[in-house]
């Protein structure tokens, strides 16, 4: 489908941005016939945190898009649009959204462990980063969380704690970014929790991560007591099957007799018993 004009890219991920800082992207407007394409207003939803200013870029028309974030963290969502000379589109739309964040962030700030692959060696597993290596992924259960610093300021990760005692976790460095594995070493009532992730770091002492979990795989249910019916089990009740003892009749369906029909059939007489000759 060809596109008549539109920006591109429609939408402006602007990911993480530090709180207090700014950003600033250019996005190309695009048409079918450039040269018959006249932008003549460019207005944002939220001005006061978003700007946008028409710009000329390789001999074309731009948008220059830049954010001013503000000081707590938050979503960013914003609209803006641009007005055109065309019968249709009338105006552009670019879609822009983003996290406003503390200078330490993570790839993952929810996982989910699914299937649980709950083990009474998951902490000893996690802390065994050689064995990590390999095991990564849904099938084992244990979930690689990426930390890093968007001002790229050095920082240390102490531990990682779940009061819950569900989750366990083992941190390893890597460059200038340190990778947290996860596993889950027991089980909960509550299918959600938070655990926090320790750094050295004043102003960012902790890192919250949510995380969800499933039934446990292989578990096994209690065995049967006679007389009772297992937890967890489905009881389904065997209907009777037909040419055997106790099979269900149904009622055939009664169906009106239509008027034109009705008045064509001979009365029925009823004749008593006893009152034939």
């Known amino acids: ?14 990911k993480n941005v530090s709180m207090g800082k700014g950003v600033t992207e250019i996005v190309k407007i695009v048409a079918k016939d450039l040269d018959k394409l006249k932008i003549s207003e460019v207005t944002s939803s939220k001005p006061d945190q978003i700007t946008a200013e028409l710009i000329e870029q390789d001999g074309r028309q731009a948008v220059k898009v830049t954010l001013k974030a503000q000081d707590k963290a938050g979503r960013i969502s914003a609209q803006v649009k641009a007005k055109t000379n065309l019968a249709s589109p009338k ?20 996982v989910f462990f699914s299937p649980a692959r709950i083990s009474p060696h998951a902490d000893a597993i996690a802390r065994c980063f050689g064995m990590l290596a390999g095991m990564v992924g ?57 655990l926090k992730i320790k750094t050295d770091r004043d102003d960012q002492a902790s890192i ?23 937890r967890g089990a489905r009881v389904f009740q065997a209907r009777p099957s037909l040419g055997q003892p106790g099979r269900i009749k149904l009622a055939p369906k009664l169906r009106k007799i239509p008027p034109a029909l009705k ?3 001979a009365p029925v007489k009823v004749v008593k018993p006893g009152s034939q000759k």
């Open 1 to 14: 489908m060809d596109v008549i004009a539109g920006f591109e890219p429609e939408r402006l991920n602007l």
């Open 91 to 110: 105006e552009l739309q670019l879609y822009i959204y983003g996290q406003v964040s503390p200078d330490l962030v993570v790839d993952r700030p929810y």
């Open 138 to 194: 849904r099938s084992s259960g244990i979930v690689k969380i990426k930390v890093s610093s968007l001002g790229g300021k050095p920082f240390d990760i102490r531990g990682v704690d779940d009061p819950s005692g569900v989750v366990v976790g083992y941190p390893e460095k890597k460059d200038n970014d340190w990778y947290v594995y996860l596993a889950l070493a027991g089980e909960s009532v509550k299918r959600r929790g938070t």
């Open 208 to 230: 919250d991560i949510h995380y969800g979990t499933g039934a446990a795989v292989g578990s096994r249910l209690p065995r049967p007591v006679p007389g009772q019916t297992p």
């Open 263 to 265: 008045s064509k059939l």
